[in-house]
């Protein structure tokens, strides 16, 4: 049986890295030091003209409600015939798990380096916060869904030039973490081949 988020060493917290759904939480969650310990962690990641093109927003346990209705009325708005089981859902979200963090993907247009590159250095800080959760004991799991997607969220969450790039909950696993399915090393694994030289005529 697999001991996920192993952190009897470095290379094997990585070899057993695991999310814990977000709605399996339970408290506690990471205290204001081990939350900041865990976004200075998150921060150093590859980023390609040091443009810092990501940005954090913690929501506060006493913002979540507030939070939840922003989502609720956006959903209203773009969803007009929403049923009740939707509904729930998206009232629900915003307040599952102890701790919320969004993070913003905040490329810089007028850089030289590549929007593409900067978005990756934003996937990598959320990839990065996600082991520096799993590193101090807690599970965390990065969803996007609806939400992310959201006009009406977007206004509320992040400034101009930026996009959400998820919503990272962290908490302790209230259920065994259980595997997902993995893809087999050799499907997405290849060494590179010189193309054969076309022959002369």
Known sequence: MTHFNDTS????????????????MATPG??????????ATAIRVPDHGKLAPWRFVIVGDDQRAALSAVMEAAYRAETPDAGRLALDAVRGFALEAPA???ILSKPDPASHIPLWEQELSAGAATMQLLNAAHAQGFVANWLTGWAAYSPGVQAAVAQPGERIAGFIFIGTAAKPLE???RP???TVVRQWHPLASTPKT
């Not at 290379?11 to 709605?23: C, E, I, P, Y």
């Not at 990471?30 to 976004?39: M, N, S």
């Open 179 to 181: 595997e997902r399915p």
């Open 184 to 186: 087999d090393y050799d």
């Open 9 to 24: 060493s470095p290379v094997q917290l990585l070899a057993t890295r695991r999310s814990g759904k977000a709605r399996d």
């Open 30 to 39: 990471p205290d204001a030091v081990q939350l900041r310990a865990i976004l």
């Open 100 to 102: 919320l963090v969004i």
